[in-house]
C-alpha cells in the first residue's frame, strides 16, 4: 500500500483533535496512578501523551474513520473504497469495439491505499494516488499505475505506466478514464460496479 492525498481538510483537523484527547488520556492516567498509589515499574515507561497520540492515530487510520457516526459528524469525508469492483473497459486499441472484463480491488486505509486491476491480459498496481472530495457533483479518485502483461498476452504489449481517474457515483460505480503512457498511447473507459457481497458499507 501506499499513501494518497485528498483536498478535504481533514488530515489536519484529525491529528489535533487526537492530540488533545491523547493529553487528556495521559493526564487522567497519571491522576489514577497516583490516586490508587499504583507505581509503574522502572523498565515500563509511564503512560505518555506521545504513547496514546501513536495508539490512538493507528487506531483511527485502520478502523474509526469508517464509522458511520464518525461521517455523520463530518470528521472524515474520504470514501471508503475497500473492496472488489466489477465491470469492463473499453479500449482505443480496437477503437473501443470490445468490452473487456476488469476486476478492481482496492485495500484502503485513512492513509495509504492499493488499487489492483486485472484483466485477461495484464495487471496493474497502483503507485500514488489521490481522492478528491470538494467538488459538490461528484468525487473522484485519481491514481498512477504500473501495467505487467500476462505471460499470454500479445508479444507487443509491454510494461508500462499509466493514468487513471475513475468517479465515484453514489458508491456503487466507478467510472471514468485511463491513459496508457506515451510508449502505449492507447487510452480507454472504465466502468465498474461493486460487489456488495464482499464488503460493508462504510
Request: proline fraction near 3%.
Amino acid at each position: 500500500m501506499h499513501g494518497y492525498s485528498t483536498d478535504s481538510n481533514e488530515r489536519r483537523v484529525v491529528p489535533f483533535l487526537l492530540a488533545a484527547l491523547a493529553i487528556a488520556l495521559a493526564w487522567m492516567t497519571s491522576r489514577l496512578l497516583a490516586a490508587t498509589h499504583f507505581s509503574v515499574p522502572w523498565w515500563v515507561g509511564a503512560p505518555s501523551s506521545m504513547g496514546f497520540y501513536g495508539a490512538l492515530y493507528t487506531l483511527f487510520d485502520k478502523h474509526v474513520w469508517r464509522n458511520r457516526f464518525i461521517r455523520k459528524l463530518g470528521l472524515v469525508r474520504v470514501p471508503n473504497l475497500t473492496g472488489r469492483w466489477r465491470g469492463y473497459l473499453t479500449s482505443s486499441f480496437d477503437a473501443h469495439v470490445k468490452q473487456r472484463e476488469v476486476k478492481i480491488q482496492i485495500f484502503q486505509t485513512w492513509t495509504q491505499i492499493s488499487i489492483i486491476l486485472s484483466t485477461a491480459t495484464s495487471l496493474s498496481r497502483s503507485c500514488v494516488g489521490a481522492i478528491q472530495v470538494a467538488d459538490p457533483d461528484y468525487i473522484t479518485l485519481i491514481y498512477q499505475y504500473e501495467n505487467q502483461p500476462q505471460a499470454s498476452a500479445l508479444k507487443m504489449m509491454h510494461m508500462h505506466y499509466g493514468t487513471a481517474m475513475l468517479r465515484i457515483s453514489n458508491g456503487s460505480f466507478l467510472i471514468g478514464d485511463y491513459y496508457a503512457g506515451p510508449d502505449r498511447g492507447t487510452f480507454g473507459r472504465i466502468l465498474c460496479r461493486r460487489q456488495w457481497n464482499t464488503v460493508k458499507a462504510a
